[in-house]
């Protein structure tokens, strides 16, 4: 699963955090990207829906590559549910 990754620090707390924009089958992990494929799909299709999918995890005990793992195998999950609602 490929996705855009924040590390997010407040004090001594920190996250790690996926995101994406997803639409018509697309995967686009770049805000320009996604203006410009709302740009083309308002033009071909007449739709300019979609939808940002965003994960967050706590990281615990400085473990960020623990926190990304589980990330990203919960993401790997949840695609199908999200491909169920999101329009294609």
Known sequence: ???AVLILQNGRQKQV???WFQSRGRFIFSEYM???YL???SI???RTDGSFVRLIAHVTNDNEA???ELL????ELII???NEHIPS
């Open 1 to 3: 699963m490929k996705a």
């Open 44 to 46: 071909t299709r007449h």
């Open 72 to 75: 990203t195998d919960f993401a």
């Open 17 to 19: 955090a996926l995101y």
């Open 39 to 41: 740009v083309i799909d």
């Open 66 to 68: 623990m926190a990304l």
């Open 80 to 82: 199908p549910a999200l």
């Open 34 to 36: 996604q203006k410009v």
